[in-house]
């Protein structure tokens, strides 16, 4: 069996101090009662960009098998670090669109005879309207330096039309024989270089995974890796955490097609940058 990288907290050196958050890019990282805790599994790469930002040590990398992602394990393991804990897991797997991990996450609530954190919350909050939590929502404003942008007549990569996941057959004659793009909607927006950097030479799909069915989304997914030839898919998505679940539902429609695709990983920042 295949072995995953995975992050490790050590409860009895973490301080609490935070300086690993701002480095997950996966969004796996919250301070919760004090102490780093990761919340999902599902979101962690193993890179360990938090690593080096722990001033006690308290990160490690482990490896172990990589078992097919069960959330009920995963909910086994959450439920013994407290109720904050699972609220912040459940609010995590709804931030990102995972409809299916959170229904068996509710569901095994539901059999343990322990609360939903987040229906208290909502009844808690009937009267009042509260705004969407996700950090990818926060509004700032962007000091961009070469605001006079100069035409420079670029070309376009675009190779079809339409573009829209929602809108495509899984049978349309340019996935056969391609290299996939998977791009969230923002992202051609962020990326002044998105055509030339990322589109040119690949087929296009877009979505946005925090607005749009992503269940609908890997099952389309999933029909168009079984149908075509596809030679390889890019993921683009914006550093903010609800965009992770796209990658995240690439990657099981590649696991649901039977397919041995390669799968890569573009992160822009919102600033524009690719990192």
């Given at each position: ?94 931030d990102h669109n995972e409809t299916r991990f959170l229904k068996e ?55 079809q039309w339409p573009v829209q996941l929602n809108l ?108």
């Amino acid at each position: 069996m295949l072995k995953r990288k995975i992050v490790r907290i050590d409860e009895e050196k973490c301080d609490g101090c935070g300086l690993c958050i701002p480095n997950c890019y996966e969004g796996a990282l919250q301070i919760i009662d004090g102490k780093a805790r990761l919340i999902s599994d599902l979101f962690c790469d193993g890179l360990g960009n938090c690593l080096g930002h722990c001033p006690r040590n308290a990160i490690t990398i482990e490896e172990r098998e990589a078992e097919p992602y069960n959330e009920r394990k995963v909910m086994e393991s959450i439920v013994k670090q407290g109720e904050n804990v699972i609220k912040a897991h459940l609010e995590h797997l709804k931030d990102h669109n995972e409809t299916r991990f959170l229904k068996e996450a509710l569901e095994y609530l539901e059999e343990k005879g322990m609360k939903n954190p987040l229906e208290e919350e909502k009844m808690e909050n009937k009267t009042i309207e509260i705004p969407c939590g996700c950090p990818g929502a926060a509004i700032r404003e962007l000091k961009n330096e070469q605001s006079d942008i100069k035409d420079t007549n670029q070309q376009s990569a675009l190779r079809q039309w339409p573009v829209q996941l929602n809108l495509l057959p899984p049978y349309a004659p340019f996935f056969d024989n391609s290299h996939l793009l998977v791009a969230a909607d923002c992202v051609p927006f962020a990326c002044a270089n998105f055509h030339a950097k990322l589109l040119n030479g690949k087929s296009l799909v877009i979505g946005c995974p925090k607005l749009d069915d992503i269940e609908s989304y890997q099952e389309k997914l999933t029909e168009i890796f079984k149908s075509n030839n596809v030679k390889s898919v890019t993921v683009a998505i914006m550093e903010v955490p609800c965009c992770y679940g796209l990658y995240s539902t690439v990657d099981q429609a590649i696991k649901d097609s039977k397919k041995n695709i390669p799968l890569i990983k573009e992160v822009i920042g919102v600033g524009g940058d690719l990192q």
